[in-house]
């Protein structure tokens, strides 16, 4: 049933924004390509189900498991495995591990498609979801020095003059002595560069090209 409602969901995920899903169970963000595709059917499964943060927990135990076993890792990967077999094996976890039903469903269809070796992009894709669900907006800043206090919040301030007054800003710090100086800013889908690593190699371009 589960599964059948994943493999339904998918034939239109690709017009979720438009008309593929309910206005009530459609993502808030629109994500596009292979990965997204299962991520969104997903998604509308689980908020149909009123399930989301459930199977949100349930995909993190499946991250932190291919993040830190190898073998399961390689399982999903090998392409000599065939697809039935594959299938009956994560079943078999499925059914082990006691997830739920559209998380096993998930994982039947993956591997009838044989793309159980995509799973970790479908996890981090229905992330970005779930974050979207809750008016999280990730930035991440990359700088060559740690900022300062006050550094750090001339830089949130900016940051959250780009976001709605629903949405909450989560803010990772990075930093790489590599960019020399400059920062480099990603919030969302828009990444701005100000690194002077980036500056020099368009100054060399520049010089190159006159040669």
Known sequence: MFRNAITRAMSTASEATIDGFS??????????????????ALYSV????GVLEEVEQELKTIHDQIASN??????????TIARSEKKDDISKV??????????SGLFTVLAENGRLGDAKNVIQAYNRLMRAHRG????????????????LTQVQTALKARIQKNETLLLETVVDPTILGGLKVQIADLFIDLSLATKIEKI???LSSRQ
């Open 23 to 40: 206005k009530m169970h459609a993502p808030k963000l629109a994500l596009f390509g292979l990965h997204a595709k299962y991520a969104n």
């Open 46 to 49: 689980a908020s149909k189900q």
């Open 70 to 79: 190898a073998t399961f890792a390689e399982f999903l990967k090998d392409p």
């Open 94 to 103: 499925m059914d082990a591990a006691k997830f739920s039903k559209p998380v």
């Open 136 to 151: 999280e907006v990730q930035a991440k800043i990359t700088s060559a020095d740690p900022l300062t206090k006050e550094q």
């Open 204 to 206: 060399h371009m520049i």
